[in-house]
């Protein structure tokens, strides 16, 4: 993220006539227990039990009710929780005062601890909106109880009234398009895009295309609770698309946005205009790949509601990055063009070479959960970029904000945190059609970081107070000690922690800690422990047989070479300054705190030469792509990646001795 505005460079389905009453409708509730009392005969029991019997009550394929479900919630109940935007349960019925709340309580806090006040300061404000400024996809649950006559605190906080709750939307949906309550999930195509309350064509049928796709191929989950739930495949569903014109949504507008055909897009332009003191917001005209290649994607999360983020990078004295996905259907909008370089990062380097992909949603929130819908979307968009580009699906180019590495120093304690340890990189990259798996055997030399997400829950503290216990949850991380102990000391961390401060288990401290897809050089293995080689130590994380933490993989690997006990470890790729032309100011090449010592392996994620992209004018004519002769390894050196130079290393197999012999 750029920090000053005077330097772009700085680092920061039958129809049913009957009439429902009320109290016919409370007594059909109680056909809805609370998950755990004893279904009818025969039926299915808990949350599978509820999908049931709200499809029968309300006449909705049950194959539908479950695939709505699953985009909008993948099953979960979330503990009752709200999601960013204020969604609840299984169905995510929204509450926008609910919404309005949390942005209120969150603008005020998290973002400040991760070092950005100007966004929480233009966040929305506190003021409650009247009911006729929401936007229908943040009133969900309000309209689901006035059709159920179900009270909408049981709406919030019972997941088979939930349910019942979302048969009933779908229901009202499928009457108000003329269509009949049929038994066939083909003819609910219109229905399911009006659930997604979007209002415009693309982004309704994006969401609808999305249920259907799941409901053809099946899926089959525990959820958070523990409840095994299935949806057969379908995979013989051709749903009837044309009920799309009868929905009357507004058609999208015509725009050029890059996004592939599978996702509704739209543009939101960040500005490029001066605004005085030779200042200019709040991106840097480029040419890319023509003039320098594009390696990475950084995904982040915005820290705020959607409307107040979409006000925020249209401030040309704000940052700047390139698409931001909606939670609740997951929309993207696209503000800077990749060709461009957008302000995203905290590294002039990483935000020369990549795009910036804002998600809604709360670092430190837990259960401000991300949808299905927005994952899908952020995965299909990702994956077209890659694709485009020539990026590779891994770990060490699709970097979450918390990956990236400071450039200097002095700049590694401010360096952000998010997406964070909630983020579901196993999920996302199954999504993006790059599952991480075993691709070695026990000697690979190699393991990929592969927990369990909803078994694997961490503690962290300081979700919501400092030192505060955050709640119990699902996480892609694992945490490191520096022994096979999990009473011994965390890994120190010399550059977050300067002053020699220990390690914590703060949520934002990434200081200890490896995440899903990272991939890392085994120093070793003590029962069910399991060493790496990180940050220049030795770093043990709990891996048992019978619940791996970790798989075993082989890969190029980098160690010092012969005759150097340590080499130095750079948060940036930068030229050697004889690279430098006339009226391009050399950059130094200045080493990050840490060492890299003899006998320890790094995993390597790319070569690439020095580059420098100077750009600190408003026009274009001095512009200029500084390309070195100097190589660098991009490594997995912590829970960041670093740089190291080519000439101070030698490459080998994973699979070799540490020696090379």
Request: proline residues 9%; negative net charge; aromatic residues 10%.
């Given at each position: 993220?750029?920090?000053?505005?005077?330097?772009?460079?700085?680092?920061?389905?039958?129809?049913?006539?009957?009439?429902?009453?009320?109290?016919?409708?409370?007594?059909?509730?109680?056909?809805?227990?609370?998950?755990?009392?004893?279904?009818?005969?025969?039926?299915?029991?808990?949350?599978?039990?509820?999908?049931?019997?709200?499809?029968?009550?309300?006449?909705?394929?049950?194959?539908?009710?479950?695939?709505?479900?699953?985009?909008?919630?993948?099953?979960?109940?979330?503990?009752?929780?709200?999601?960013?935007?204020?969604?609840?349960?299984?169905?995510?019925?929204?509450?926008?005062?609910?919404?309005?709340?949390?942005?209120?309580?969150?603008?005020?806090?998290?973002?400040?601890?991760?070092?950005?006040?100007?966004?929480?300061?233009?966040?929305?404000?506190?003021?409650?909106?009247?009911?006729?400024?929401?936007?229908a996809r943040l009133k969900t649950l309000p309209r689901a109880a006035a059709l159920t006559g179900i009270p909408a605190a049981r709406l919030r906080t019972d997941p088979a009234a939930n349910i019942a709750g979302g048969a009933a939307l779908l229901a009202a949906a499928q009457k108000r398009l003329g269509e009949p309550l049929s038994d066939d999930p083909a003819d609910w195509y219109g229905a399911v895009a009006e659930f997604s309350s979007a209002d415009d064509r693309a982004t309704a049928a994006a969401y609808a295309n999305d249920v259907f796709s799941v409901l053809r191929e099946g899926e089959r989950r525990t959820t958070d609770t523990g409840q095994r739930v299935t949806l057969a495949a379908r995979p013989e569903v051709a749903p009837d698309i044309a009920q799309l014109d009868r929905t009357g949504l507004r058609p999208a507008g015509t725009d050029t946005t890059e996004c592939p055909r599978s996702v509704s897009c739209t543009w939101v332009p960040a500005p490029y205009e001066p605004f005085g003191d030779d200042d200019y917001g709040n991106h840097d005209l480029g040419d890319r790949p023509v003039s320098q290649s594009i390696e990475y994607i950084v995904v982040h999360d915005t820290e705020g509601r959607w409307d107040g983020v979409l006000k925020l990078i249209q401030d040309p004295t704000y940052v700047s990055w390139n698409y931001t996905v909606r939670s609740t259907d997951g929309l993207i909008a696209q503000h800077v063009k990749a060709k461009d370089v957008a302000w995203h990062a905290g590294n002039w380097y990483v935000n020369a070479k990549s795009i910036g992909i804002e998600h809604e949603g709360?670092?430190?929130?837990?259960?401000?959960?991300?949808?299905?819908?927005?994952?899908?979307?952020?995965?299909?968009l990702v994956g077209y970029l890659a694709g485009k580009y020539g990026i590779p699906l891994d770990r060490q180019h699709i970097l979450g904000h918390d990956n990236v590495p400071g450039p200097t120093a002095s700049t590694i304690p401010g360096m952000h945190?998010?997406?964070?340890?909630?983020?579901?990189?196993?999920?996302?990259?199954?999504?993006?059609?790059?599952?991480?798996?075993?691709?070695?055997?026990?000697?690979?030399?190699?393991?990929?970081?592969?927990?369990?997400?909803?078994?694997?829950?961490?503690?962290?503290?300081?979700?919501?107070?400092?030192?505060?216990?955050?709640?119990?949850h699902g996480s892609s991380e694992v945490r490191l000690y520096s022994a096979p102990d999990d009473t011994s000391p965390l890994i120190k961390d010399i550059g977050l922690h300067p002053a020699g401060g220990d390690s914590t288990i703060d949520v934002n401290d990434v200081g200890s800690r490896a995440s899903t897809g990272q991939r890392y050089a085994v120093a070793g293995r003590d029962g069910d422990w399991t060493a790496i080689w990180y940050l220049g130590q030795r770093a043990w994380f709990r891996d048992p047989k019978e619940r791996r933490t970790a798989v075993n993989a082989s890969g190029l690997v980098v160690t010092p070479r012969a005759g150097l006990t340590d080499i130095p470890v750079y948060g940036r790729a930068y030229p050697e300054k004889e690279a430098y032309p006339e009226g391009v100011p050399a950059q130094s090449v200045s080493p990050l705190p840490y060492r890299l010592p003899a006998g320890q392996r790094y995993?390597?994620?790319?070569?690439?030469?020095?580059?420098?992209?100077?750009?600190?004018?408003?026009?274009?004519?001095?512009?200029?792509?500084?390309?070195?002769?100097?190589?660098?390894?991009?490594?997995?050196?912590?829970?960041?990646?670093?740089?190291?130079?080519?000439?101070?290393?030698?490459?080998?197999?994973?699979?070799?001795?540490?020696?090379?012999?």
């Open positions: 993220m750029r920090v000053s505005a005077t330097d772009p460079h700085s680092p920061t389905g039958h129809r049913r006539t009957t009439v429902r009453t009320a109290g016919a409708l409370a007594a059909a509730a109680l056909l809805l227990p609370l998950l755990g009392a004893a279904p009818a005969p025969g039926a299915p029991a808990g949350l599978q039990g509820a999908f049931a019997a709200a499809a029968a009550e309300y006449h909705v394929p049950q194959s539908v009710l479950l695939g709505v479900s699953y985009l909008q919630s993948r099953w979960d109940t979330h503990g009752g929780a709200p999601s960013v935007s204020g969604g609840y349960g299984p169905m995510h019925l929204t509450d926008a005062r609910t919404a309005v709340a949390r942005a209120a309580h969150h603008g005020e806090g998290t973002e400040d601890a991760r070092g950005d006040q100007a966004r929480a300061a233009l966040l929305p404000t506190t003021r409650m909106p009247e009911e006729a400024e929401l936007p709360f670092l430190a929130s837990p259960d401000a959960w991300y949808t299905e819908a927005m994952y899908r979307s952020s995965a299909r945190t998010d997406p964070g340890p909630y983020w579901d990189w196993r999920h996302y990259f199954e999504l993006l059609g790059s599952p991480f798996h075993t691709t070695a055997g026990p000697g690979g030399g190699l393991v990929t970081i592969l927990p369990d997400y909803a078994a694997n829950q961490p503690e962290y503290t300081g979700c919501t107070r400092p030192g505060v216990p955050c709640a119990a995993v390597i994620g790319d070569r690439v030469p020095g580059e420098y992209y100077y750009a600190v004018t408003f026009t274009t004519d001095s512009h200029r792509v500084v390309v070195g002769r100097d190589l660098y390894y991009e490594i997995q050196f912590g829970h960041r990646v670093a740089f190291v130079r080519a000439a101070d290393v030698r490459v080998q197999r994973s699979d070799a001795s540490p020696s090379g012999a």
